[in-house]
């Protein structure tokens, strides 16, 4: 009586996955310029980049299979394949795995769903303070966070449980006590590690909420989650600027706290001196 639902759920997730594919694929293959593959640039196109059975030619495959591809149609995929197209598109790592995900090919375990953390952890956030910290899942919510966090970036505690979502926090509610100088930047990055992730749990309900919460939210948001960019976390130092004591240097630091890099503790250190002194004097009022 239980095959059925399971069935369902698999071929809405397996349909799920080849939309976003074909949308993946068309979004690499018009950011390149044809005589960058070599590729006469004359000629009269109707869509940016490479046309489709240029990228058929290059990667070696019909032209037929990789428009049905690219439509997002139910045909067999292999890895020899992918990595064709991978290398045709000039893909980077991330991107590279991102596609293998999407098209069904795991390049490694399957990840599994952390749902708890150990008191030792909220420990070790409150031993680094005058250092802001947070632990995040790849879904950016916040599972825990130190003094120092509350003090220098946002008050979490005063933020409802169902809104604490860096995403939601940055895209939507606003209620940070900084500014960051490279929020345009920072921006685009955390919607690009969002599409990266999202990637194996293109069905799972949490996922789809947030995402078209997001949509609905905030029109940045869903320009910056049109391009089908991908990133990982970085370890980029972010300038600050707080009311109070004016610009810091911070530099975060992730810390994986499980095998598959699921879950990140990220510490945000000083730079130097001066914006050591400033983080003191924020947190030890």
């Known amino acids: 009586m239980t095959a059925e639902p399971q069935t369902h759920l698999a071929r809405a997730e397996h349909g799920e996955r080849r939309r976003e594919l074909a949308a993946f694929l068309r979004s690499r293959r018009e950011r390149i310029q044809p005589d960058e593959v070599g590729f006469a640039p004359g000629g009269r196109r109707r869509t940016p980049g490479l046309r489709r059975e240029e990228v058929a030619q290059l990667a070696g495959v019909g032209v037929t299979w ?5 439509q997002g149609r139910d ?10 197209i991978s290398r045709t598109l000039r893909l980077d790592r991330l991107e590279r795995n ?5 098209a069904g090919i795991r390049l490694g375990p399957t990840e599994g769903e952390c749902t708890g953390l150990p008191d030792s952890v909220q420990k070790l956030l409150d031993q680094v303070s005058p250092y802001p910290a947070v632990v995040l899942n790849s879904r950016y919510d916040v599972l825990a966070f130190n003094d120092a966090c509350c003090k ?3 008050d979490l505690e005063n933020v409802p449980v169902e809104e604490r979502n860096l995403l939601w926090l940055t895209f939507v509610a606003r209620e940070w006590r900084c500014t960051f100088t490279d929020a345009e930047s920072m921006r685009m990055h955390m919607v690009a590690g969002f599409r990266a992730a999202l990637a194996d749990h293109l069905t799972d309900p949490n996922w789809q909420d947030l995402t078209q919460r997001l949509l609905a939210g905030s029109r940045v948001f869903a320009d910056l989650w049109e391009r089908y960019e991908v990133a990982a976390p970085s370890n980029k130092i972010k300038l600050l600027e707080s009311p109070t004591v004016g610009i810091l240097r911070l530099e975060p630091i992730n810390m994986w706290l499980t095998q598959l890099g699921q879950i990140r503790a990220t510490v945000y250190t000083a730079v130097d001196s001066e914006s050591e002194a400033k983080l003191h004097t924020l947190v030890n009022v």
């Open 75 to 84: 045909i067999n995929v292999s890895a020899q394949v992918i990595e064709a």
């Open 98 to 102: 991102h596609l293998y995900t999407l």
């Open 66 to 70: 990789y428009t049905w591809l690219e």
């Open 152 to 154: 220098v970036l946002i």
